[in-house]
Nanobody
Framework: QVQLVESGGGLVQAGDSLRLSCAAS????????MAWFRQAPGKEREFVAG?????????YYADSVKDRFTISNDNTKTMVYLQMNNLKPEDTAVYYC????????????????WGQGTQVTVSS
């Protein structure tokens, strides 16, 4: 099992930037993919961005955040980051870090390990 702890959330204004961090511990070597999800009140949890170490590394994003958000890592499978630029009120949600042993998944069911989440609130 992989333990995940998110940090970096907060209250910002539209157009601002935030950087979320996710610290991983435990069986991190078993994770092929790390990803960020978000869940707004009354909505389902949705995929935001993912990174896989397979074949040299690949990133993939939800269309709603492409060109604004960037996922990165420290090449040790212990830290994953989400740089969020040009934030919009619709980005307001609890953001979760997750780990999977599958490649490039977007379905939350493919991720057995989750952090506790960090709140991001964007005011207009």
């Amino acid at each position: 099992q992989v333990q995940l702890v998110e940090s970096g959330g907060g209250l910002v204004q539209a157009g601002d930037s935030l950087r979320l961090s996710c610290a991983a511990s435990g069986r991190t070597f078993s994770s092929y993919t790390m990803a960020w999800f978000r869940q707004a009140p009354g909505k389902e949890r949705e995929f935001v961005a993912g990174f896989t170490w397979w074949n040299g590394g690949h990133t993939y994003y939800a269309d709603s955040v492409k060109d604004r958000f960037t996922i990165s890592n420290d090449n040790t499978k212990t830290m994953v980051y989400l740089q969020m630029n040009n934030l919009k009120p619709e980005d307001t949600a609890v953001y979760y870090c997750a780990a999977s042993t599958t490649l490039l998944p977007r379905d939350p069911k493919a991720f057995p390990s989750w952090g506790q989440g960090t709140q991001v609130t964007v005011s207009s």
